[in-house]
């Protein structure tokens, strides 16, 4: 079993940053890849960002590639969103996930996701 606890969310204008953060606890930790999706009403939960569990690679949707940077610290058991810029569209509901032993693009493009955590609102509005 896989606990995830999101925090960090909230709201900011347009061109802010915020930092999302996922707090991991539970067993083989380190078999898993994890990831940030994000879901608006009406619309599908997309992948955003995914981050390896062997080697560090990682994964960004075309919408946030060079805005946003995802991180895990293996020992704190954390992974970090840093998202900047933000624009109106990021907007959403932002849920971190794990997803055992994948590669980072199959967990953001075509994910079987066991753990989701609650989900964590982001409201990007001037």
């Known amino acids: 079993q896989v606990q995830l606890v999101e925090s960090g969310g909230g709201s900011v204008q347009p061109g802010g940053s915020l930092t999302l953060s996922c707090a991991a606890s539970?067993?083989?930790?380190?078999?898993?890849?994890f990831g940030w999706f994000r879901q608006t009403p009406g619309r599908e939960r997309d992948g955003v960002s995914c981050i390896s569990s062997f080697d560090e690679s990682t994964y960004y949707s075309a919408s946030v590639k060079g805005r946003f940077t995802i991180s895990r610290d293996n020992g704190k058991k954390t992974v970090t969103l840093q998202m900047n810029d933000l624009r109106p569209e990021d907007t959403a509901v932002y849920y971190c996930a794990a997803e055992f032993i994948t590669t980072v693009s199959d967990m953001c493009t075509k994910p079987r996701i066991q753990y989701w955590g609650q989900g964590i609102q982001v409201t990007v509005s001037s």
């Open positions: 539970g067993s083989d930790l380190d078999y898993y890849a």
